[in-house]
């Protein structure tokens, strides 16, 4: 059984940064992409960023160039450091991991103050 546990979320002033963190435990495959999604109040979930397992990057228009997406295989720990923050950038963010099948995190909620 994977389990995924997001922490790093909180209150923080626009222009301020966070750091999220997502460790996954349990039996993953190793070739697999590790991602954040996010949910604003009243609106879909949409994807932010994802990284596989070899290194590559995606990106979401609306973050790049402020959020950067890191991972760490060893500890299978994927990493979301956001930086300039946006009041458009509060919602519950979760971690998701993609093998074989999908696994969501629990979400953990991102809020930044105007």
């Known amino acids: 059984q994977v389990q995924l546990v997001e922490s790093g979320g909180g209150l923080v002033q626009a222009g301020g940064s966070l750091r999220l963190s997502c460790a996954a435990s349990g039996s993953i495959f190793t070739r697999n992409t590790m991602g954040w999604y996010r949910q604003a109040p009243g609106k879909q979930r949409e994807f932010v960023a994802s990284?596989?397992?070899?290194?590559?990057?995606n990106y979401a228009d609306s973050v790049k160039g402020r959020f950067t997406i890191s991972r760490d295989n060893a500890k299978n720990t994927v990493f979301l450091q956001m930086n300039s923050l946006k009041p458009e950038d509060t919602a519950i963010y979760y971690c998701k991991v993609t093998t074989f099948k999908e696994y969501w995190g629990q979400g953990t909620q991102v809020t930044v103050s105007s």
């Open positions: 990284v596989y397992s070899g290194g590559s990057t």
